[in-house]
């Protein structure tokens, strides 16, 4: 075995696990790995998710705060007239702070690492969705291709046979209803192939979009419809993000209700005043200021917002409980689906699938030498195209199966082999 420079290796490494450059997504070619790259790359839903990360972390910054609000200095001035009295001034000073008590400091501060943490699960399940939405589009622009290909095959058959019919029906060979049926054929097949026309454009256009470019943009697309292989473990809900979303949302929730409790205590607020007064006297000292609750509807309603706060959290533990039922759901079903997607992509044998298309090409010197009349040759390419596409049809949906067996087991896309 040559020796390999350990220098080598990491270049290896290095440039394997390096980000997409533009010219890469933008000249190609693009497989499933770099339209994985690509989706995640200046995607502006991801930079929303970051931005609003960046928001959350302000306010963790916002919460650590010792005093809940910024002192206040109060310089009061005051003139003295009386007869027999000279005039004089009256100064008066006072400084006063607000101070949080009970605890109200490390409850926001509970509820501020609540909040990013919500945000952060929210941007990871932002991430998947954007790779999953990515990667069935380059699974719709593979099968458009392959969808191609057998149209421009079934073309060139078509019209070959509709010109043998029409030979043969002037010849006299067949009847005129036979030339007929081969040309609404031809137009059947021709009105086809623009449906497949405008889906493959349609296809271009998605995926080109999804990865930041214009349709005219998109670079070739190369792989195959061959469904992912995804690891046999047992699914658990637990890993999915939107669940680690919901229950970061619910202990939001109960941070928030323990910090509104807090709020109820009311905040004293601490003063110190120096005044001088016409007779030349200093006066120095303290005072204690408390807010006096009034009741509702007068004043705030505590219990109103207790209550309000407790509801919330209830709401978000019942949405964590049908997340949940939701996401075993989704994994019963998108399981049976591709079992059952898999099992019908491996109906279509290659060695049948290569015996149908060069039956297909061979259909119209089958009809020249007289082996088939034109209306079992019709009857046999319309068999013919339907099996053919059935096969690209079990295929796509194969892996569009697979992705989405993927998402609901919550399968990290890089562990994807």
């Given at each position: 075995m040559p020796f390999v420079p350990s220098w080598a290796t990491a270049l290896v490494v290095l440039q394997l696990w390096a980000p997409p450059t533009e010219d890469r997504c933008?000249?190609?070619?693009?497989?499933?790995?770099?339209?994985?790259?690509?989706?995640?790359?200046?995607?502006?839903?991801?930079?929303?998710d970051e931005a609003a990360m960046t928001v959350a972390s302000a306010r963790r910054s916002t919460a650590r705060v010792v005093l809940p609000s910024h002192?206040?200095?109060?310089?009061?001035?005051?003139?003295?007239?009386?007869p027999g009295i000279p005039r004089n001034w009256n100064l008066y000073g006072t400084l006063r702070q607000e101070l949080e008590v009970g605890g109200q400091r490390r409850r926001r501060i509970d509820v501020a690492a609540s909040e990013h943490e919500v945000a952060s699960a929210h941007a990871r399940t932002t991430r998947r969705d954007v790779v999953a939405d990515a990667l069935?589009?380059?699974?719709?622009?593979?099968?458009?291709?392959?969808?191609?290909?057998?149209?421009?095959?079934?073309?060139?058959?078509?019209?070959?046979?509709?010109?043998?019919?029409?030979?043969?029906?002037?010849?006299?060979?067949?009847?005129?209803?036979t030339a007929d049926l081969a040309e609404i054929a031809a137009v059947a097949l021709e009105r086809g192939a623009l449906e497949h026309a405008r889906a493959e454009a349609v296809a271009d256009a998605t995926l080109a979009r999804l990865l930041g470019l214009s349709a005219h943009d998109l670079p070739p697309v190369t792989g195959s419809l061959v469904p992912i292989e995804l690891p046999e473990r047992a699914a658990a809900p637990s890993i999915r993000t939107e669940l680690a979303e919901a229950r970061a949302t619910e202990?939001?929730?109960?941070?928030?209700?323990?910090?509104?409790?807090?709020?109820?205590?009311?905040?004293?607020?601490?003063?110190?005043?120096?005044?001088?007064?016409?007779?030349?006297?200093?006066?120095?000292?303290?005072?204690?200021?408390?807010?006096?609750?009034?009741?509702?509807?007068?004043?705030?309603?505590?219990?109103?917002?207790?209550?309000?706060?407790?509801?919330?959290?209830?709401?978000?533990?019942?949405?964590?409980?049908?997340i949940v039922r939701g996401i075993e759901l989704e994994v019963d079903v998108t399981r049976e689906d591709l079992r059952t997607r898999k099992a019908m992509a491996t109906l279509y044998t290659e060695d049948l699938l290569t015996r149908a298309r060069a039956d297909l090409d061979a259909l119209a010197k089958a009809l020249t030498d007289g082996q088939l009349d034109v209306r079992g040759a019709l009857l046999a390419q319309q068999q013919l195209l339907e099996f053919i596409e059935g096969d690209i049809d079990a295929r796509h949906e194969a892996c569009r199966a697979a992705i989405s067996a993927a998402r609901a087991r919550g399968i990290d896309w890089k562990d994807l082999p």
């Open positions: 933008r000249k190609g070619p693009l497989d499933r790995a770099s339209v994985i790259a690509c989706a995640t790359r200046d995607n502006p839903r991801l930079q929303a002192p206040e200095l109060e310089v009061l001035g005051a003139t003295r007239k009386a069935l589009a380059y699974y719709d622009v593979l099968a458009a291709r392959e969808r191609r290909v057998l149209v421009e095959q079934a073309r060139r058959v078509s019209g070959a046979l509709a010109s043998l019919a029409a030979a043969r029906t002037k010849a006299g060979a067949e009847a005129g209803l202990r939001l929730r109960v941070r928030e209700t323990a910090l509104v409790r807090r709020q109820l205590v009311p905040n004293p607020s601490v003063s110190l005043f120096v005044q001088r007064d016409g007779f030349a006297e200093l006066v120095v000292g303290a005072g204690i200021a408390l807010p006096l609750p009034l009741p509702g509807p007068v004043g705030p309603l505590a219990k109103s917002r207790v209550a309000e706060a407790r509801a919330r959290e209830r709401e978000a533990g019942l949405q964590s409980a049908a």
